[in-house]
């Protein structure tokens, strides 16, 4: 069993950065994909980004390639998701989530657990 709690939202303003960390408890953090993944108001959560068990493989949405990065410290059981640039369309509720094993995935169905999410909303 992994838990995951997300921390590090907030309101910011156009053009400001927010990084974003997901404490992870349970011993499979290490060989977990971590995933990020966002839903704004009155829509479906969408994929932004994943870092694969040891951070050697990234993938990004494509609204987002160049202003994120995701990072994570598997000593820490911490994943970590910096934010560049925000845009007021960036304003949602970010989640991260585990999946476990050595691959990764755009998917929300291949995630096995999910933070509660953290508010991020990007003033004009």
């Known amino acids: 069993q992994v838990q995951l709690v997300e921390s590090g939202g907030g309101l910011v303003q156009a053009g400001g950065s927010l990084r974003l960390s997901c404490a992870a408890s349970?011993?499979?953090?290490?060989?977990?994909?971590m995933g990020w993944f966002r839903q704004a108001p009155g829509k479906g959560r969408k994929f932004v980004g994943s870092i694969n068990w040891n951070g050697s493989h990234l993938d990004y949405a494509d609204d987002v390639k160049g202003r994120f990065t995701i990072s994570r410290d598997n000593a820490k059981n911490t994943a970590y998701l910096r934010m560049d640039n925000l845009k007021p369309e960036d304003t949602a509720v970010y989640y991260c989530?585990?999946?476990?094993?050595?691959?990764?995935?755009?998917?929300?169905?291949?995630?096995?657990?999910w933070g509660q999410g953290t508010q991020v909303t990007v003033s004009s």
């Open positions: 989530a585990a999946f476990e094993g050595w691959g990764m995935s755009q998917r929300e169905a291949d995630y096995d657990y």
């Open positions: 349970g011993r499979t953090f290490d060989r977990s994909a």
